[in-house]
């Protein structure tokens, strides 16, 4: 239980081009899901807080017409880098939460997404 | 703010070892804390937690106590194989909202 998928793995486009990036939780509704950001032997930092039916919540610094994020099901988070430049070129992870019986609260994490803006 | 510090790595042993990888943290209350790992070319897969004191968790043979009178929760494992090689990020949340902070990472390389 509680896989996380994202699509696509591995995405190269032009310099300009807005790009989609797609996360599923397969087999529970998350009403949370996140996006984090990693680059090449780093940490991984957090985007946003994508909240079903409302606006995400975008941490500091991440500009938000930048980085659209869409939560229009329980199920699915879209990510789109729009006018992507190269500097936007990094690995794209979302994570679910997931809520358990007892209160306990763990997020489960996608495959990643790399991107490369050529 | 909250915070997670982790020894930097890379950690390189030979198969069979004992690993430990030290992490301690920085927050108001009772955050849970976790251990996630990354394989190469893949997103982080939960390895184990914890959500109050004295808890441990374990998985894999991978095991970690949450230690509130030191804010730790060092990862150990006393037998590693050459598949255990991966980047190791701790991690916590409090809990509104489940934000997670995550620690450097540590990279550990393991050779036959």
């Known amino acids: 239980g509680a896989v996380v998928s994202q699509h696509p793995s591995r995405v190269i486009c032009k310099s300009g081009t807005s790009v989609k990036i797609e996360c599923r939780s397969l087999?529970?509704?998350?009403?949370?899901m996140f996006w984090y950001r990693q680059f090449p032997k780093q940490s991984l930092m957090l985007m946003a807080t994508?909240?079903?039916?409302?606006?995400?919540?975008?941490e500091q610094g991440v500009e938000k017409d930048k980085f659209l994020i869409n939560h229009a099901s329980l199920t699915l988070s879209t990510l789109t880098v729009t006018s992507a430049h190269p500097e936007d070129s990094s690995f794209y992870i979302c994570s679910a939460r997931v809520v358990a019986g007892g209160g306990t609260d763990t997020q489960y994490f996608g495959p990643g997404t790399r991107l490369t803006v050529l | 703010g909250n915070s997670v510090t982790q020894m930097e790595g890379p950690v390189t042993l030979s198969e069979e070892a004992f690993l430990t990888i030290n992490c301690t943290y920085t927050a108001t209350g009772y955050p849970s804390l976790f251990w996630y790992v990354q394989y190469p070319g893949e997103g982080l897969q939960l390895l184990l937690k914890?959500?109050?004191?004295?808890d441990k968790g374990s998985n894999k043979g991978f095991e970690a106590t949450y230690r509130k009178e030191t804010t730790s929760f060092h990862l150990e494992k006393g037998s590693v194989q050459v598949s255990d090689s991966a980047v190791y990020f701790c991690?916590?949340?409090?809990?509104?909202?489940?934000?997670?902070?995550f620690g450097g990472g540590t990279r550990v390389l393991v050779k036959p």
């Open positions: 087999d529970f509704q998350a009403t949370t």
């Open positions: 991690a916590l949340s409090k809990a509104a909202g489940n934000k997670l902070t």
């Open positions: 914890a959500t109050k004191a004295d």
């Open positions: 994508s909240n079903e039916g409302s606006k995400a919540t975008y």
